[in-house]
């Protein structure tokens, strides 16, 4: 079973990523803001710094479920070591 500290640490993570989620999805309406009024002036520069910002944007997500993969992975590898050592142990006594 899942250790109860695991899951507090879990649920922490995914309630900061809530609330930080709201900031993020206000950024689109600056970009938007921003890059009509530069268009306007007839300046495209702002553009890459937005694309780089939009990569960042795009980056999170990945780095959280990649993240989540990992521990899950060292989670179960753990686990698996530890029921082979169980079982091993179980094997000499009865052998």
Do not use: D, H
């Not at 980056?59 to 990649?66: A, D, I």
């Amino acid at each position: 079973m899942l250790k109860r500290s695991f899951l507090f640490k879990v649920g922490f993570v995914l309630l900061a990523v809530m609330l930080v989620s709201n900031v993020s999805m206000a950024q689109c309406a600056m970009c938007r803001a921003t890059v009509g009024s530069n268009l306007s002036e007839g300046r495209g520069v702002i553009g890459t710094g937005l694309n780089f910002g939009i990569l960042y944007l795009l980056l999170t997500p990945y780095l959280l479920v990649g993240g989540v993969a990992f521990f899950w992975f060292r989670a179960s590898k753990k686990e698996l070591s530890e029921k082979l050592s169980l079982t091993n142990s179980i094997k000499k006594i009865y052998n």
